[in-house]
């Protein structure tokens, strides 16, 4: 699954980014959902990172960097192992917005899976 979105708001380094997908996709499918590459732009910033997954949300960290990156930049995730559902029709909402620390530790304790 391929994922880009503009960010409104700067975004530390080491950012996290939520990434929520509608019920009937199955995360960890085959083997980790995994990061296969992450862009700033046109910059790549990371590749071959893996995803904490939360039921159906992944959480992915920025990685290789020191800088933060500065609000209207397009990040893109390339994400692995993610099965589409198999009925056809309208499959819901995805979502997708970045986090802090406290929110991905809140994540893990609501979703020990």
Do not use: C, H, M
């Not at 083997?31 to 992450?38: H, K, P, S």
């Not at 910059?43 to 949300?57: E, H």
């Not at 397009?74 to 993610?82: A, D, P, Q, V």
């Amino acid at each position: 699954a391929e994922v880009s979105f503009i960010i409104t708001n700067d975004l530390p380094a080491g950012g996290r980014i939520l990434v929520t997908f509608p019920e009937g996709f199955v995360l960890n499918s085959g083997g980790d959902t995994g990061v296969r590459l992450i862009k700033e732009d046109s910059r790549i910033l990371s590749a071959s990172a893996k995803a904490r997954v939360f039921g159906q949300n992944a959480v992915v960290t920025l990685k290789d960097r020191g800088r933060r990156t500065y609000s209207g930049a397009r990040i893109t995730l390339e994400l692995t192992n993610i099965k589409n559902p198999s009925v056809s029709g309208p499959i819901g909402i995805f979502g997708i917005r970045t986090i802090g620390r406290a929110e991905v530790r809140d994540w893990r304790r609501s979703n020990p899976f």
